[in-house]
């Protein structure tokens, strides 16, 4: 059963740093890309970050540039977000998703473009002081 697990969200303060986790099971993670996304109240679901199969093509939203950072431990089973210098607009639910494209050495973080059809429960992310 394919499945895709959050953790690492939580409450911090303005400034402050979170790494999420995207555990998965059921397939072998080095041969698909993985997108993270985030969903605010009220507004649409926006693409984070993504990172390719094979790990050398990383994507990230302007906004989070220098700020955030994807990574995957293939031997784990696991991509990570690392989240640097939060700001209260950083609060979301945070989801990663599998995008099924098999050894794809892109990634993109438009949903549309890619074949984005496993997804986590998410995860939530509250920056405020």
């Known amino acids: 059963q394919t499945q895709l697990v959050e953790s690492g969200g939580g409450l911090v303060q303005p400034g402050g740093s979170l790494r999420l986790s995207c555990a998965v099971s059921?397939?072998?993670?080095?041969?698909?890309?993985i997108g993270w996304f985030r969903q605010a109240p009220g507004k649409e679901r926006e693409g984070v970050s993504c990172i390719s199969s094979g790990g050398s093509h990383t994507n990230h939203r302007d906004s989070v540039k220098g700020r955030f950072t994807i990574s995957r431990d293939n031997a784990k089973n696991t991509v990570y977000l690392q989240m640097n210098v939060l700001k209260p607009e950083d609060t979301a639910v945070y989801y990663c998703?599998?995008?099924?494209?098999?050894?794809?050495?892109?990634?993109?973080?438009?949903?549309?473009?890619?074949?984005?059809?496993?997804w986590g429960q998410g995860t939530q992310v509250t920056v405020s002081s």
């Open positions: 059921g397939f072998s993670l080095d041969r698909y890309p």
């Open positions: 998703a599998a995008d099924w494209r098999l050894y794809s050495p892109i990634c993109t973080l438009i949903p549309g473009q890619g074949r984005y059809n496993y």
